[in-house]
């Protein structure tokens, strides 16, 4: 990868199973943010952008998947379109609209939430990612971040970063911000976390106060600020993140216990249990007990039933409202899809088996908060639904769509264990 890095990496994302984001972790770092910036906008906007700069595409999503799907209109191939775009970057529209996505997905959008509602959503899920991180509690000193870190937010990368708009302890970078290479990040000052995503996690803690954020479809024009500055102690109270991946939650909620309590993470993927037992390493977070779990063998959860007073379900989803970080995930890669979708069970039935499960955990009068990383209502609202229909001992306490105005796309309910 030198030269014709671009077109390198796109074609080794057409040809290999690899996702766009662990492809940019192999990418030099001095070329991540060309490869990143320009890649990432073209697979989020390819219709947009191609009207706008002459560029043929493919006639449909089918095809998409092909590095040869790509050609100027003079018949020059995918590496000067790259380097076409590369020269005029700073002019590609920040906005794309419904012609950027399988039609496929439009249709299932509308079908949820109506076209102008959905028209709304595409302009948005195609729109280039904010960089967003949180900050620990250790970066705080009399209720405000040190004096250090604040200079460090002034530094001339960072000059436009603001507050949160939802959340009290996230900080949002327009763009592609260099972020992750200085000490801050290296002595766990920080995370690199979406502000839906760390609001997820309070609202698992604190629902009484963060409910009022959630709408009952996904936010597509701006709201007012949160203000949740002060969050009470709950004091030691434990804690199961059954879906926990490489632990964005996870870590947040040990920020949100303050250093108390316990956590179980619990994970499919030994290298998320293992990277999350790293992250929560650098962060000094010392009450996080990683767990990796054998899909569908629950065994051993049996022993801890009614011990957990918040159970965290973050489950598997489609990921509708985490397009603008993977944008190659919209579009459809056969054959690998059709092999992968052969060998699992429909999303909406995991992700009631997997609540169903966990919910054993929850004591009475504790919680159980579900959420998912997507607007499919049968991936929201209804797996609730089919959950409480089988289950009186539990009632629902809230639930909503946060997103994608601003932050990630979510959707997460509160239910509460009766006595
Ligand atoms: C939406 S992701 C979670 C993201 C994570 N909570 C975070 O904040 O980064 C869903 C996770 O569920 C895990 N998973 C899938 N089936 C599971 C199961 N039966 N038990 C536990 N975790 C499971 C997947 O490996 C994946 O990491």
Redesign the pocket.
């Known amino acids: 990868m030198k030269s014709n890095i671009l077109s390198e990496v796109f074609a080794e994302l057409c040809e290999s199973q690899t996702h766009f984001d662990s492809l940019l972790s192999r990418v030099n770092p001095s070329q991540k943010s060309k490869v990143a910036v320009l890649l990432g906008a073209f697979l989020r906007r390819p219709a947009t952008i191609a009207t706008h700069f002459g560029i043929e595409l493919a006639p449909s999503a089918e095809e998409f998947w092909s590095a040869s799907f790509i050609r100027m209109k003079k018949n020059q191939g995918i590496h000067q379109c790259f380097e076409a775009l590369w020269d005029k970057w700073e002019t590609i529209p920040n906005e794309g609209s419904v012609e950027d996505f399988p039609v496929e997905f439009i249709q299932k959008l509308e079908k949820d939430w109506g076209v102008e509602k959905t028209k709304a959503m595409a302009r948005l899920l195609s729109q280039d990612p904010l960089t967003t991180i949180r900050f620990h509690r250790r970066a705080y000193e009399n209720g405000a971040l040190k004096p250090e870190i604040e200079a460090w937010l002034k530094e001339k990368d960072h000059p436009k970063s603001r507050a949160g708009n939802y959340t009290p302890n996230a900080r949002i970078f327009r763009g592609f911000a260099r972020v992750q290479r200085n000490d801050w990040f290296e002595k766990g000052y920080f995370e690199i976390?979406d502000e839906g995503?760390q609001f997820?996690?309070l609202y698992s803690l604190y629902p009484e106060l963060f409910a009022g954020r959630l709408k009952d479809a996904p936010q597509t024009e701006k709201f007012a600020q949160t203000d949740v500055s002060s969050l009470p102690d709950l004091g030691p109270i434990t804690v199961v993140?059954?879906?926990?991946?490489?632990?964005?939650?996870?870590l947040a909620l040990a920020d949100g216990l303050k250093g108390k309590g316990r956590i179980y993470a619990?994970?499919?993927?030994e290298r998320?249990v293992r990277s999350l037992k790293q992250r929560a390493e650098r962060a000094q977070e010392r009450n996080i007990q990683g767990v990796l779990?054998t899909?569908?063998d629950?065994s051993s959860i049996q022993k801890f039933e009614n011990t957990a007073d918040v159970v965290?379900v973050?489950?598997?989803?489609s990921?509708y409202g985490v397009l603008r970080r993977n944008p190659d995930t919209k579009w459809p890669r056969k054959p690998f899809d059709e092999k992968k979708r052969d060998s699992e069970i429909p999303l909406p039935e995991?992700q009631l088996?997997?609540l169903e499960?966990?919910s054993k955990y929850v004591k009475p009068e504790g919680r159980l908060v579900f959420?998912?990383?997507t607007f499919l209502k049968e991936e929201s609202l209804e797996p609730v639904q089919a959950f409480l229909k089988n289950h009186s001992e539990f009632e629902l306490q809230s639930e909503g769509y946060l997103g994608p105005y601003d932050t990630d796309g979510f959707f997460m309910a509160s239910l509460k264990k009766r006595k």
């Open positions: 976390q995503s997820m996690s993140d059954a879906c926990s991946g490489a632990g964005g939650k996870t619990y994970d499919v993927y998320k779990v899909p569908a629950y965290l973050d489950a598997p989803c990921g995991l088996k997997v499960a966990y959420g998912v990383c």
